[in-house]
């Protein structure tokens, strides 16, 4: 029961959307968003969810067959003023499917103009791989980076065309409560849908994750962008849940908020390609090969927790700011690619609205996580690094920023 508890005044500020792939190991740790999201509407009326929640576990209202059934389903509802409703419960949906995201998106764009909600943002809740793909399936596949946007896209239109007259709605924010989504591969296919706002984990996430009280620092900040991305990446770093016999952990190492604004992104692409191309052109010059490759391996990868093992993929996905700032300081390269370099970390960072890293994350042996400000690039020093998963039909190469900056051009001087 929720006691002593501010209550904002009613005035809908927020759809916030909740789409939790539960049908692998994550069940029943990440059901505590949704228990969370309940509290979160109970003290601020601004806010009301809507929820689609595949999962094996069985909770009153959904099932009145109660604890006992544990068949994997598809529980579909809203959250509002402490309250559930509109519940629908049916056989599980493959929440890894374009279309069943795209739906969700349409339905949570529909709540939103019926409940004359300010934004919309929707919150994906699963296991995720950076530019591999996210919302990973029972047999350990996962929904393509381009598919995810394209969902969102294809939302944006099933409302569009079903409510002319709210048309101009969009999905102003996307929250990544999966492992690694911090990418500008990501970022990139997020703008092009229209998002503005990505809020994301470069590294590894510890379940349950990004609180669902972050949907109060968005309906709390709607005039205020910076302050909302503060408000957020604080509640994601302060958030600690409870370990038992071991403490308290914090649900990530390190946590950003970008703003996806066209103009910022078409720069940051720009001055990326910029440097790719250069660097490309260059490379056959004494010595620059050898740099370019040094400074790189010297930028950890991510997943840096002890006993991550030597194949895990995303260890080529370094931090953008750090290796792009470790080239313009680096003297043993000209000019021009030192210039190059300070222009695509000064684009890149701005993008970046808000993040905070930990110098000692305790949950990871005390790993450093103190350069992981900002998206990742994914950046492989060997051949195997380039797709190594792709073996199982993922790649991470294959998105239109890859392309669209020429990151094949740096590779190819890298590995």
Not at 114 to 138: E, M, N, P, R, Y
Not at 270 to 295: F, Y
Request: hydrophobic share 40%; glycine share 10%.
């Amino acid at each position: 029961m929720l006691q002593n508890v501010t209550i904002t005044p009613a005035r809908r500020s927020l759809e916030f959307g909740i789409y939790r792939d539960g049908d692998n190991n994550l069940d029943a740790i990440q059901e505590s968003t949704l228990s969370q999201a309940l509290q979160t509407s109970a003290r601020d009326s601004r806010v009301e969810f809507t929820v689609e929640d595949t999962t094996r576990e069985s909770r009153a209202p959904f099932n009145s067959a109660g604890d006992k059934v544990r068949k994997l389903h598809t529980d579909e509802y809203t959250i509002s003023n402490g309250d559930i409703g509109n519940v629908r419960s049916e056989k599980a949906a493959d929440m890894s499917d374009e279309a069943n995201l795209a739906r969700f998106v349409a339905r949570t764009l529909d709540n939103a103009q019926a409940s004359g909600a300010k934004q919309t943002w929707i919150d994906l809740v699963d296991h995720g791989g950076g530019d591999g793909g996210g919302l990973q399936t029972g047999d350990g596949s996962v929904m393509s980076m381009p598919d995810i946007a394209k969902a969102i896209s294809d939302g944006l239109a099933m409302h569009a065309a079903a409510h002319p007259d709210d048309a101009r709605r969009s999905i102003d924010g996307v929250v990544a409560n999966q492992c690694l989504m911090d990418t500008m591969g990501f970022a990139d296919a997020l703008s092009k849908a229209g998002v503005r706002y990505l809020a994301a984990s470069p590294e590894t996430m510890l379940a349950p994750g990004v609180p669902s009280d972050v949907a109060h620092a968005i309906a709390s900040h709607e005039n205020d962008p910076g302050a909302m991305a503060k408000s957020v990446v604080n509640d994601v770093m302060h958030t600690k849940y409870d370990a038992g016999d071991f403490g308290g952990f914090g649900p990530a190492a390190a946590f950003d908020v970008l703003d996806l604004d066209q103009t910022k992104m078409r720069l940051a692409e720009s001055s990326i390609k910029r440097l790719n191309d250069d660097v490309s052109a260059e490379a056959g010059a004494k010595g620059v090969r050898d740099v370019v490759r040094e400074d790189a391996g010297a930028i950890q990868g991510m997943v840096r927790f002890p006993g991550a093992s030597k194949d895990m993929p995303w260890r080529a996905d370094r931090p953008a700011i750090a290796f792009y700032d470790r080239l313009a300081g680096d003297e043993r390269l000209d000019a021009r690619l030192r210039n190059d370099a300070a222009a695509a970390a000064h684009a890149v960072g701005d993008l970046v609205l808000a993040h905070r890293e930990s110098g000692e994350f305790a949950p990871f042996g005390g790993a450093d996580y103190s350069d992981a400000a900002g998206p990742t690039i994914h950046l492989p020093t060997t051949r195997y690094q380039i797709d190594p998963w792709a073996s199982g039909g993922v790649v991470e190469t294959k998105n239109a920023f890859y392309k669209d900056v020429d990151e094949d051009a740096m590779t190819g001087v890298l590995a």
